[in-house]
Antibody
Framework: QVHLEESGGGVVQPGTSLRLSCAAS????????MHWVRQAPGKRLEWVSI????????YYADSVTGRFTISRDNSRNRLFLQMNSLRAEDTAVYYC???????????????WGLGTLVTVSS | DIQMTQSPSTLSASVGDRLTITCRAS??????VAWYQQKPGKAPKLLIY???SLESGVPSRFSGSGSGTEFTLSISSLQPDDFATYYC????????FGQGTKVEIK
């Protein structure tokens, strides 16, 4: 059974950094691209970033390019999101999500964690 | 960026109703559309991918259709468990979501 569990959220001040983690279990983690998707309070879902299964390719939404870095550790079945220069508009629940398609990503998501809340406020 | 616009934003319905949610893309996206259901405080659940393919384990009362710029999600007979918010997603160019349609009890 696929299980994804995010951690690392919290309340931080604008301009500071935070690192999110996602622990994966129940599937061959190294075979799947993984994503971060966020949802600001009362807002639509927003795709943030993808990392391919072997970690070689990474892409970001324009809203976070240059500030966020996605990474993974396939030996530990973990996904990470390093968030720097945080802004109030980054306040959201951050979900890690598994790509539905094995190896080559389809950019849609069949399993999600419960999310971790990041609040950026002074 | 490809914009996804859903309608209606809110839909009031009763158990047993048939309902349809529409999603329009700002440019042609072939059939690269998925639909999700989200309940308050929960993660989204994949219902439909590639516009009309039913995800494993999803009840057959859910169906999707469309191609190009217009897509629909239909529920043939609304059940109590179906009251939720539904999102369309394009994945022709990275990923983008519609603003959601909340299905509430009439």
């Amino acid at each position: 059974q696929v299980h994804l569990e995010e951690s690392g959220g919290g309340v931080v001040q604008p301009g500071t950094s935070l690192r999110l983690s996602c622990a994966a279990s129940g599937f061959a983690f190294s075979n799947y691209a993984m994503h971060w998707v966020r949802q600001a309070p009362g807002k639509r879902l927003e795709w943030v970033s993808i990392i391919f299964s072997d970690g070689t390719d990474k892409y970001y939404a324009d809203s976070v390019t240059g500030r966020f870095t996605i990474s993974r550790d396939n030996s530990r079945n973990r996904l990470f999101l390093q968030m720097n220069s945080l802004r109030a508009e980054d306040t959201a629940v951050y979900y890690c999500a598994r790509d539905r398609v094995i190896i080559n990503p389809g950019y849609y998501f069949d399993d999600w964690g419960l999310g971790t809340l990041v609040t950026v406020s002074s | 960026d490809i914009q996804m616009t859903q309608s209606p934003s809110t839909l009031s319905a009763s158990v047993g109703d048939r309902l349809t949610i529409t999603c329009r893309a700002s440019e042609s996206i072939s059939n690269w559309v998925a639909w999700y259901q989200q309940k308050p405080g929960k993660a989204p659940k994949l219902l439909i991918y590639k516009a009309s393919s039913l995800e494993s384990g999803v009840p057959s009362r859910f169906s999707g259709s469309g191609s190009g710029t217009e897509f629909t999600l239909s529920i043939s007979s609304l059940q109590p468990d179906d009251f939720a918010t539904y999102y369309c997603q394009q994945y022709k160019s990275f990923s983008g979501f519609g603003q959601g349609t909340k299905v509430e009890i009439k």
